[in-house]
């Protein structure tokens, strides 16, 4: 029979993370002792005071439909969250609660972008970015960086690429694949340049907010001039280990945050009531709770960084946030190792995993085909032993 798929999903990649962690899923089933840096997922638990959160709330009989935006006592959380930790001040008619930072992201694609509308994309960018654009029939427009400027872009670059197309900039800090942060100063800069062009949109994502090594975190959205063209989004997933909730939120302005209101009532409606009762704990809880994963991620960065610093080949910036490293491994291409010829950074990733039991990601994905990213979010022993299969291979 014909494949009658539509041509909308027949265009659609498969997210390179998730495959790449299917594929270490399934060489691990094969018997195979493959260790993942693939995937950006905290290794610890969920806090037991956010764990007593949804045990009451299944206690209380939380068990009916929400509403489409969230629990109004949700949405004052958030609100209180933003003026406590971002200096933002939203009221609950500006903030809607979805399934997941990721379903919030492509909610906002969706109300914004028309057929040929061009999104800036500061390249590397986290995956999903290109794929949701693409599906609102907008066009991406990746702005390269390099490791030298620490994967940011300047004003410059930015000017350049916006065209009387362009409709919305897509900001990640710090970022995912990079942990690169944009200080106020570098944000101030850009900001410079999107004065001059009323009808762009931000989106500033900030879903790895609190995992940062030093200093605060700064909202876009604190800007005056920026406030009513940001549209701020963030989750718990990665400060509060709590991937699987599957909670995010966005604060914009009011008319952008009914438009996502009334698409995800059409999609999935509500998100779900326990993990929205939970969420209200881990978000009026003080970040001083979560400080001991952020000094743990700390701790595996600087090994991580110290280990790969002593490979040949690989050049690396140090990452003030998240929890990845982002290295150029562009020296390897054209070389053959272990038999194998390495065109480029897919290649040098697959080798790692089928050579080295090792599972990364290829930069090509985040629109950095020079690069691969690791994920440090997994304990110091198998990072020690992962990054020690990794030196045996391309020494052998």
Known sequence: MKNQLSDRINRLPVSQTLAMAAKARELKLQGKDIISLSLGEPDFNTPDFVKDAAIKAITNNYNSYTPVNGYIALREAICRKFERDNKLRYNINQIVVSTGAKQALANVA??????????LLPAPYWVSYEAMINLAEGIPVPIATTIDNDFKITPQQLEAAITPKTKLIFFNS???????????????????????????????????????FKGTNFSFARFKDMYNRTITVNGVSKSFAMTGWRIGYIGAPEWIAKACNKMQGQITSGANCIAQMATIAALDAPVSKIKFMVNEFKTRRDLVLDLLSKIKGFKL??????????PNISYYFGKTIAGSKINNASDFSLLLLEKANVATVTGEAFGAPNCIRLSYATSQDLLVEAIKRISNLLNS
């Open 317 to 326: 910036n140090e990452p003030e946030g998240a929890f990845y490293v982002f």
């Open 174 to 212: 710090p970022n995912n694949p990079s942990g690169s942060v944009y200080s106020k100063e570098e944000y101030r800069a850009l900001a410079d340049v999107l004065v001059k062009y009323p009808n762009i949109y931000i989106i500033s994502d900030e879903i790895y907010e609190h995992i940062l």
């Open 110 to 119: 969706m109300v914004l972008l028309n057929p040929d509308d061009e999104v």
